[in-house]
């Protein structure tokens, strides 16, 4: 199977978006889900936890702070992995000026269909970009 980001969905926040690439209600038989995270300059979200599935984050681009669980926050930069187990309450923030570029991974796949559930929350159609506004981060 082969997916580019332009043939999928976006799912956009209030503080950036995502690319689903991989996920089981997208690809025959398969059991994780895998995309892209983009978190806009100084914007990040909320702490929250996956349930039923564990996560991984690779941070591809940029610097961030990461909370896991009940341990110190902590910096994150281009190369980190992160996982986060099931039932663990984390956050990721964007403290760079330019985005936070992550993959993400779920195991098993799935949960990313609670975050349609987000205040705020669009998904965009296959082939339309989000668009950001540097003059929004301003606060």
Not at 9 to 31: C, E, H, N, Q, R
Not at 33 to 50: A, D, M, Q, T
Request: hydrophobic share 35%; glycine share 12%; aromatic share 8%.
């Amino acid at each position: 199977m082969h997916q580019q980001p332009q043939d999928v969905a976006t799912m956009v926040f209030d503080w950036g978006s995502i690319k689903w690439l991989v996920t089981p209600d997208t690809v025959t038989d398969a059991t994780s889900s895998f995309g892209e995270v983009v978190i806009n300059p100084e914007k990040g979200h909320e702490r929250h936890l996956h349930p039923d599935a564990d996560e991984v984050l690779y941070v591809i681009e940029g610097t961030g702070r990461q909370t896991v669980g009940d341990a110190p926050e902590f910096d994150i930069a281009a190369g980190d992995a992160i996982w986060v187990a099931k039932g663990t309450m984390h956050s990721t923030f964007n403290t760079g000026w330019k985005p936070l570029r992550l993959i993400a991974a779920y195991t098993p796949g799935g949960e990313e269909n609670a975050l349609r559930g987000l205040p705020g929350f669009v998904e965009l159609p296959a082939g339309t970009n989000p668009t950001w506004s540097p003059g929004a981060a301003r606060g």
